[in-house]
C-alpha cells in the first residue's frame, strides 16, 4: 500500500535521543571478542582521545560522506556530548532512521575506537514523473538520477522537489508545483506534478481600442499551461501598439478547481493621437521646423497614421559645392501591424521633397514617391526580420547655377557634355528585398549583442530601361558593455554597384553625418561602391548622478569615436572639388535621447589622414537617429 513520503518542499526535522554506550562491549564481525575490552567509566575523562572512527550498518552510504557530515574527528577528546550532537548530525543526513547507536571501545588508557551503528532507510529504486507536458521527462529526471540506489531521503527529496519547481519557474512556468510524492512497496517513488492550466483569459479597460486588437496581441490561451515569460511578450506587444500607458495582468486561483487559474490583463488606454511642433538642427536640414499630427491607435483598430511636414534652411556647414537653399519635406504614411490578421506588418508611405543636392555639386533635388513595405519576423527568438519593398519615385535634378559649373568644367579641362550625366534622374521602380538581425539589449541605450541588415535594390528605369540598375548595402554593429554603464561598439557598413550604372544623385557618400564624421556633407567622395568602419565609447557623464537626480539626464551620453572609409568608383564631381576619396578621423560627441524621437547627436571629428587643400580642418556634424 503506498503512503505519503512529502507534500511539500520544507520539512521540520524532530531528532530522538541517541544512545551512546560507554560501558558496554560492541563485537563487529571483523574483530576477535579477544581482542575487544569494554571502556571504563574513566573513558569519559577529557584526555581520553578517540584514535579512530568506524561505521557499521551502511550499504549504501560511503563512510566517507558520512564523516564529512560529522564535526567530530579522529584525535578529537572523547565527549559524550559531542557524540551526542554527532549522531543528530548523521541522522539529519536523512538517509537512516533512529536506531543510531555509537559504542565505544577501549584500546588503552588514552584511546577509545568508535563504533556508530546506523540503519538506512528503504532504498530508491527508481521514479515516475506524472503530469509533465511542458518539460521533458528527462529534464526532470537529471534532477532525481542522482537519488537513485539510495536509501529514501526525505530532505534529500525536498531538494529535488526545489530544483524542479526551480527548473520550471527558469523556463517561466512559475505557477508548476510538485503536489505529491508516494512511493510503491518496491522502492519506486512517484511524483505528480500540477502545472498550472490557465482556465480564463479576462480583457478589462480598453474603451477605444477594439477587442480584436488586444486578442491578436495576446498569444497565450486558455486551456494552455501559464508561462510568465509568454505573458510578459503580451503584454510587451500590447505595450508596443502605443494604445496603452499601462499594462499589467492579474493571475486568481480558481473557487472550483485549485489546479486552475484566471488571468486578467488590465489596460489603461492613452490618448494617441498627436499634434506636433517642433524645430531643430540637423547638418543636412539645417534649422528646421516642423509639424505633424500622429495617431497610433487610428479608429481603435490599433493602426498607425501620421503626417509629417518640415522646413529648413539647408545644409549647414556646407563647402562651395552646395547651394544655399530651403529644404523643404512632407511625408504621409499608414502602417498596419497585423495585415489581414496575419503576422505581416504594411507600411505605405508617400513624400515630396525639395532641397539643394549634396550628391550633385550646384544642382536642385525634387523627389516624390510612393512607397509599400511588408515585414515579418522570422524566427522564434524574434531577432531576424525580413521585409520587402516596392517604391515608385521620380527624381528630378535641376541645374543650381550654370555660370560657376561652366567655369569649374573648363578650368579642370572637363567637357561640359559630362553634366548632363551628372544631372541625370528619372523615375524608378524600385525591389528591395532585405533582412535584418537583431540582438541587442535595449533599443535606447545598447550596451550588448549585435544590430545587422543586408539590402538589395533593384531600381528598374521606367521612363528609360537603360537607366536600370541594382545595388547591395550591408552594415553589421556589435556592442560591448564596459563597466556599469557604459559600452563600446564596433561597425561595418559597405555598399556597391552590383550591374548598370547608378546616376550620380543616387550614389553612395562618405562625409557628414551618419558616414565619416569630421568632413562637411559628402566631403570624402561620393562613388558607386564603398566601405567604412567606426569605433564608438559611449559612457554616461561622470558624477552626474552625484550632482543631480534630473531624469533626463539619464538619457544624455557623450562618445568618443574613429571613422575610416573609402570610395570606390568615383564620380566626376570628386575631382572638381579634389576629395580625397578616403579618411580616417577621431572626435567626441554627445548623444540626447528624445522618446518618441531617438537619438540626437552631436559630433565634432577631425581628419587624420585625407585632408587636402579644400578640405576642411574639423567640422561638426548634427543627426537623428542610430548611426549605422
Avoid at 528646421?288 to 529648413?312: C, E
Avoid at 522564434?380 to 567655369?407: C, M, P, W, Y
Avoid at 560627441?589 to 571629428?605: C, E, K, T, Y
Amino acid at each position: 500500500m503506498k503512503h505519503l513520503v512529502i507534500l511539500c518542499a520544507m520539512f521540520t526535522l524532530a531528532c530522538p535521543s541517541f544512545a551512546v554506550e560507554g560501558d558496554q562491549q560492541f563485537v563487529s564481525p571483523l574483530l576477535r571478542p579477544e581482542d575487544v575490552q569494554p571502556v571504563e567509566e574513566q573513558s569519559a575523562e577529557p584526555e581520553i582521545r578517540i584514535q579512530s572512527i568506524e561505521f557499521s550498518g551502511n550499504r549504501l552510504i560511503d563512510s566517507n560522506e558520512i564523516l564529512t557530515n560529522m564535526t567530530l574527528q579522529e584525535g578529537d577528546a572523547y565527549s559524550i556530548d559531542a557524540i551526542q550532537e554527532n549522531l543528530k548530525r548523521i541522522y539529519n543526513m536523512g538517509y537512516f532512521n533512529e536506531k543510531i547507536k555509537a559504542v565505544p571501545l577501549k584500546v588503552d588508557d588514552k584511546n577509545v575506537k568508535l563504533k556508530i551503528l546506523v540503519e538506512e532507510n528503504i532504498p530508491i529504486t527508481g521514479f515516475t514523473v506524472t503530469g509533465n507536458e511542458s518539460l521533458a521527462t528527462s529534464d526532470v529526471m537529471k534532477i532525481l538520477d542522482p537519488l537513485v540506489d539510495k536509501p529514501q531521503n526525505i530532505i534529500k527529496i525536498n531538494e529535488a522537489i526545489e530544483q524542479i519547481q526551480d527548473l520550471y519557474a527558469s523556463e517561466g512556468y512559475i505557477l508548476a508545483r510538485v503536489v505529491s510524492v508516494t512511493d510503491d512497496p518496491d522502492g519506486v517513488v512517484n511524483i505528480d506534478i500540477d502545472e498550472g492550466t490557465i482556465g480564463s483569459i479576462t480583457i478589462e479597460g480598453n474603451k477605444k481600442t477594439k477587442d480584436f486588437v488586444v486578442k491578436r496581441n495576446v498569444l497565450t490561451q486558455p486551456g494552455t499551461v501559464y508561462n510568465e515569460n509568454i505573458i510578459k511578450q503580451d503584454l510587451m506587444r500590447l505595450y508596443g501598439t502605443q494604445a496603452f500607458k499601462d499594462v499589467r495582468r492579474t493571475i486568481e486561483q480558481d473557487d472550483e478547481d485549485p489546479g486552475i487559474y484566471n488571468v486578467t490583463i488590465h489596460l489603461e488606454e492613452q490618448r494617441t493621437g498627436t499634434l506636433s511642433l517642433g524645430a531643430g538642427l540637423d547638418t543636412a536640414t539645417g534649422f528646421f521646423g516642423s509639424g505633424g499630427f500622429t495617431d497610433n491607435n487610428f479608429r481603435g483598430n490599433g493602426q498607425r497614421v501620421s503626417l509629417n511636414l518640415l522646413a529648413g534652411t539647408g545644409i549647414i556647414m556646407a563647402d562651395n559645392s552646395m547651394l544655399n537653399r530651403a529644404n523643404l519635406q512632407a511625408e504621409v504614411s499608414f502602417f498596419e501591424p497585423k495585415l489581414k490578421g496575419t503576422d505581416n506588418a504594411l507600411l505605405v508611405k508617400a513624400f515630396g521633397r525639395d532641397f539643394a543636392s549634396y550628391q550633385v555639386p550646384l544642382s536642385i533635388e525634387q523627389r516624390f514617391g510612393i512607397e509599400a513595405t511588408i515585414s515579418r519576423l522570422l524566427n522564434e527568438e524574434k531577432t531576424l526580420t525580413g521585409s520587402f519593398s516596392v517604391g515608385l519615385e521620380n527624381v528630378h535634378v535641376k541645374e543650381g547655377d550654370a555660370n560657376q559649373i561652366r567655369n569649374l568644367y573648363a578650368y579642370h579641362n572637363i567637357p561640359i557634355s559630362e553634366r548632363a550625366k551628372q544631372l541625370q534622374g528619372g523615375l524608378f521602380l524600385t525591389l528591395s528585398p532585405s533582412l535584418i538581425y537583431d540582438t541587442r539589449d535595449n533599443t535606447t541605450h545598447p550596451r550588448n549583442g549585435v544590430l545587422a541588415n543586408v539590402r538589395f535594390d533593384e531600381s528598374l528605369g521606367v521612363d528609360d530601361f537603360s537607366a536600370t540598375f541594382g545595388k547591395i548595402t550591408g552594415s553589421i554593429k556589435k556592442y560591448y558593455p564596459v563597466a556599469k554603464k557604459s559600452s563600446f561598439s564596433l561597425a561595418f557598413r559597405a555598399g556597391g554597384q552590383i550591374h548598370g550604372d547608378i546616376p550620380e544623385v543616387l550614389a553612395y557618400r562618405l562625409g557628414g553625418p551618419y558616414t565619416i564624421r569630421g568632413f562637411r556633407m559628402s566631403g570624402v567622395g561620393t562613388g558607386r561602391g564603398f566601405m567604412m568602419g567606426s569605433a564608438e565609447f559611449q559612457t554616461p557623464i561622470p558624477f552626474v548622478d552625484r550632482i543631480s537626480k534630473a531624469k533626463f539626464l539619464d538619457n544624455v551620453r557623450i562618445a568618443a569615436f574613429v571613422d575610416a572609409g573609402q570610395i570606390f568608383n568615383p564620380t566626376v564631381t570628386n575631382d572638381i572639388y579634389y576629395r580625397p576619396l578616403h579618411a580616417i578621423t577621431a572626435g567626441v560627441g554627445l548623444r540626447v535621447f528624445i522618446p518618441g524621437v531617438g537619438p540626437l547627436s552631436i559630433d565634432w571629428g577631425y581628419p587624420l589622414t585625407g585632408v587636402g587643400n579644400n578640405q576642411s580642418k574639423g567640422a561638426f556634424t548634427f543627426g537623428v537617429g542610430e548611426f549605422y
